[in-house]
Structures are given as structure tokens and as C-alpha cells.
């Protein structure tokens, strides 16, 4: 079985990630895809670590997650029906033997990584599972010939369900315990209700990796796997008390009185059960479950540490929503240098307004916290590098490294000529003045271009507009020199106040190159951003 996923994720893995993480918003919708994915996969325990990751970078709700969980208990119950229509009753041997023939060759002698050899695994795993059905088939037969079953005969369904939970627990694959359940009704020794009861327990077996990967996780982590352990224990709770009248219902279902066939109707019936009892409240759950648990770590980033490193997709949708943060702040900073006032609603609002002392944290703190969250993200992606990278997240993450390294630069260079405008502003001389009103109008008019540009635009406009935008910032501080260079021929200006003006104009440009390098890193594709770079270039 683990040969068999890891081969079915690196084939259908990257598309399937995709799928999962753009469409699973809303319970009902969840279901299906998790349903899919987990049929696809079959790993529900895979299905639950991936939703672990979209969550908490923030690119999954959590009512969507929750509809993803149901359905991926659902879907894991696909090979049960194979295993139990065919798995029993044909030869499995031979082709057994083929499959892990061919496939042993190819995933011996091809290029580790190449689609070739992840299909070669997934034949090899196909035939891995085949054999091992085989002799789990033939052990059980001349095993139960003289097996005394009495002993279990009055063991109660609850203790078979908790043995269902330890095993599945232990393997980590409720799929090969359910092939361990049909083994031993194949084989007579267990009963059909024990076995039922077993497979109750299977799914709450399964959730113990996704809740020891909860464990000291982000709050996010905690609700999802809140969610998964609880509506599965629910299920397995639910699937005990209409045990016996079940199984009597589905004996007069016609085709189905094979007890092999029986049970993975139970296992299906019970699930679309907790599903249609569930799915009503899904949405009200997602809410209880946001006012629980809450994060105690003194870290800046809010999605980070949510996300972890397990999915890489997920990772470069958290670095983007805090490099997004980090240009919020450093559109805050550098507004506040230059007192510009922030408007009502903009594209990059301040992620700390209403916080600290007053309602606001001064300047020098919130510098502070931009550069902490600068190294709280290039240690993230160090880390998140280590994991097996497509080239488009690799460019996708040297990109907004990129784009944040040039808003930290964008923020530190107003940082440093606080001081001088203060300076030239009580210096009260008209020529000076008169420059910082030319520094002030166009940084304003700057700003407000700037407070217009979101991620929702089409990339050309995107494109033309930082284009644009760099162009008239590199004219403005053309103008601004010559402006000066005529002022200090009049000698209007003094030789100090004239120096510091030309670093107060130096710096004003550095800041808004930076800057609107920084944007167009962030908002535009790497090889689209390239373009840009090359059109800018000063």
C-alpha cells in the first residue's frame, strides 16, 4: 500500500494538489473532492495531511476542509468493494507474478524521478497488493481449518472496534486493515457483525497522523484535526448502534448476500450515513471550531508555521500572503516617513494598524517587526528547499524572496533620512520648502498609484502600470537634481542643506525603485516580472 500511494501521488499528485486546493471551497463541494481525491490516491491519511497544509496557509477555508475530510472516508472505501467483489474469488497469483515482474524491472533500472518509473511503482505496488491478498487468502483458509473461533465469539463489537482503531493506528492504512477484516470473514474467523465492528474502527484509526502532526502545530492544524478525529469518531460511534439492523438491511439488498460484499456496503452505507448527518451543521462546525484553539507563538508571520513543509504548493501560497503582509507594512512605514496620510481603503492595508500601545506601534518597533519577519520567511523557504521542488514553485519562491529582501530595502532607506526631513523641515527657508513640497506631491501621487494596484488585475495592465510607474519615479528624481543643481548655482542653498537634500532625493528614489520592484516581484508571474525588470532597467 505505501508503494502504491507514493507512486499514485508523484503521478497524480501535483494536478490533484491543484484541484484540491481551488475548488474545495464549500462543504458539499468538499465531499466530492475529497471523495475523488482519496479514490485516486487511496490514502485518506495523505488526503488529510494535504488539507493540513492548504488550511493553514490560508488558501483553504476551514468549511471547505471539513467537507474534504468526510469525503476522503469515502473514498477510501473503492478498493474494499474491489477487494471484496473480485479480491477473493480470482487467481491472483498469476498476475501477480506479471505485475511485479514488469514493474520490479522498471522501477529498478529507470531514472529515479521520471513518470516511467512512478508508473513502474505503481504496477509493482498493484502486484505487491495482488500477492500479498493471495497469501493473506491461502494463510487465513489453511489457518482457520483448525482455529478455534470460540474465543471471540463473545467479544463485545466495542472491543473489536478498538482493536479496528489499534490496528489501523499502527499500520496507518484503514484500506490494508479492511483487507485484514475481509480476510478473516473470508476466511471464518471472525463473524460478520465483528467484522463490521472492526471496520468501524478503522477510520479512527487513521486520523492519529494527522493528529500527532496537530500536536504543537498552528491553531489551523488543531481544527483540522479536530474536525477529522471528531467526525470519525462520531461515525465509528454511529456505526456501532445501528450495527445489527443495518446488516439485516442490507442482507435483503439483493447481490449482496456474499458477507465479503455485505461488509463494504456496511463500510460505504456508514459513511454516506455520518456524511448526510454531518454535512447540514458542516458550516456551524467550521465556526465552533475557529473560536477554539488559539496560536501562543510570539513568531510575526501568520501562516508560516500554519502551513509547515509537507506540501510545497501550500508553502509558496504562504510566503505570498506574507510577502503581501510585509508590503502592507512597508507601504505603513514609508507613508508615515514621508506624512502621507493613508486612505479609508487601499490594496495594501497595515497588518499591525490597532496594535500595541494607542492602538499603534511606533516606527522603530514596526521596522523591527518587518525585518523579524523577513528572516522568520527566508528560514521557512531554507527549509521548504529542502523538499522535492517543481521548477515553478522553486521560481516562485526566489521570486517573493526577491520581492521581500527589496520592500525590507524600500523601508530601511526612508528609515535612514528621518532624521534629515525633520531637519530641512524646521530649517523654515522658502527654496527648501518649495523642494520638499516637489518630494511630498510626488511621493502622493506615487502612493495613490500604488494603493491601486491589486493581484486581481490582468497581468498586462499590471505589467504597464509598474512600468509606468518606474519610469515617472525615475524622471521625478531627474527633475528633482536639476531643480537642485540650478538652486545651489543661485546659491539659495547652502552647501550642507543642498547635501542633504540630494540625499533626501537619493533616497526617495532607492525607496520607490525598490518598492515598486518589490510589487511587481510580488503580484506578477517570475518570467512576467523578468520582463519588467528588463523595460525598468536604470
Known amino acids: 500500500m505505501k508503494l502504491l500511494e507514493d507512486a499514485l501521488a508523484a503521478l497524480a499528485g501535483l494536478p490533484l494538489r491543484r484541484f484540491l486546493r481551488e475548488h474545495a471551497d464549500r462543504p458539499a463541494r468538499g465531499i466530492l473532492i475529497g471523495t475523488a481525491?482519496?479514490?485516486?490516491?487511496?490514502?485518506?491519511?495523505?488526503?488529510?495531511l494535504l488539507v493540513l497544509a492548504f488550511v493553514g496557509a490560508g488558501i483553504m477555508q476551514l468549511a471547505g476542509a471539513v467537507g474534504v475530510i468526510m469525503g476522503a472516508n469515502l473514498g477510501t472505501t473503492l478498493t474494499t468493494w474491489l477487494v471484496a467483489s473480485l479480491g477473493f474469488k480470482l487467481d491472483l497469483a498469476t498476475s501477480a507474478m506479471a505485475f511485479i515482474g514488469v514493474g520490479g524491472v522498471g522501477f529498478s533500472l529507470l531514472r529515479r524521478g521520471s513518470r516511467a518509473r512512478e508508473t513502474a511503482g505503481l504496477l509493482l505496488g498493484v502486484g505487491l497488493l495482488l500477492y500479498g491478498l493471495d497469501l493473506m487468502k491461502s494463510g487465513v483458509e489453511a489457518w482457520a481449518s483448525a482455529f478455534d473461533v470460540a474465543p471471540f465469539a463473545d467479544w463485545p463489537l466495542v472491543l473489536m472496534a478498538l482493536l479496528g482503531v489499534a490496528v489501523t493506528g499502527a499500520i496507518q492504512s484503514s484500506t490494508a486493515a479492511m483487507m485484514i477484516a475481509l480476510g478473516a470473514l473470508h476466511g471464518g474467523i471472525v463473524d460478520l457483525p465483528s467484522a463490521a465492528a472492526f471496520a468501524a474502527g478503522t477510520s479512527v484509526g487513521t486520523t492519529f497522523t494527522a493528529v500527532?502532526?496537530?500536536?504543537?502545530?498552528?491553531?489551523?492544524?488543531k481544527r483540522v484535526a479536530a474536525a477529522h478525529f471528531g467526525f470519525n469518531l462520531f461515525k465509528a460511534a454511529l456505526a456501532l448502534l445501528i450495527l445489527h439492523p443495518m446488516l439485516a438491511a442490507l442482507g435483503r439488498v439483493p447481490g449482496l448476500a456474499d458477507p465479503l460484499l455485505r461488509l463494504a456496503a456496511f463500510h460505504t452505507t456508514i459513511n454516506l450515513a455520518g456524511i448526510a448527518v454531518v454535512l447540514p451543521f458542516a458550516g456551524r462546525l467550521a465556526e465552533w471550531l475557529g473560536r477554539r484553539f488559539r496560536d501562543g507563538s510570539d513568531q510575526i508571520n501568520h501562516y508560516l508555521h500554519a502551513a509547515g513543509h509537507e506540501v510545497p504548493e501550500a508553502g509558496l501560497e504562504a510566503v505570498r500572503r506574507e510577502v503581501r503582509r510585509a508590503l502592507g507594512m512597508t507601504v505603513s512605514l514609508n507613508r508615515e516617513a514621508l506624512q502621507i496620510p493613508a486612505p479609508p481603503v487601499g490594496e495594501w492595508p497595515d497588518p499591525d494598524a490597532g496594535q500595541g500601545r494607542n492602538g499603534r506601534r511606533d516606527f522603530d518597533e514596526r521596522y523591527r517587526r518587518l525585518k523579524r519577519l523577513e528572516g522568520e520567511i527566508v528560514e521557512y523557504v531554507a527549509r521548504l528547499q529542502l523538499q522535492e521542488l517543481t521548477p515553478e514553485v522553486g521560481s516562485g519562491l526566489s521570486a517573493q524572496l526577491e520581492a521581500m529582501r527589496m520592500a525590507v530595502s524600500s523601508a530601511k532607506a526612508l528609515k535612514d533620512i528621518r532624521g534629515n526631513l525633520v531637519e530641512l523641515r524646521l530649517a523654515l527657508r522658502a527654496p527648501v520648502d518649495v523642494r520638499l513640497e516637489e518630494f511630498g506631491g510626488a511621493a502622493t501621487t506615487l502612493y495613490a498609484a500604488i494603493d491601486r494596484l491589486a493581484p486581481g488585475q490582468p497581468e498586462p495592465v499590471l505589467v504597464q502600470t509598474v512600468s509606468a510607474l518606474r519610469n515617472q519615479v525615475r524622471e521625478a528624481r531627474e527633475g528633482a537634481l536639476g531643480r537642485l543643481y540650478r538652486e545651489a548655482s543661485r546659491d539659495s542653498i547652502g552647501e550642507e542643506v543642498l547635501s542633504?537634500?540630494?540625499?533626501?532625493?537619493?533616497a526617495l528614489y532607492l525607496s520607490a525603485q525598490s518598492l515598486l520592484r518589490a510589487l511587481g516581484l510580488h503580484l506578477l508571474a517570475p518570467e512576467t516580472a523578468g520582463v519588467v525588470e528588463d523595460a525598468s532597467l536604470d
Open 500 to 506: 542633504t537634500l540630494l540625499n533626501v532625493n537619493r
Open 37 to 48: 481525491a482519496t479514490a485516486i490516491l487511496q490514502s485518506s491519511t495523505l488526503v488529510s
Open 212 to 221: 500527532l502532526g496537530a500536536l504543537g502545530g498552528s491553531a489551523d492544524k
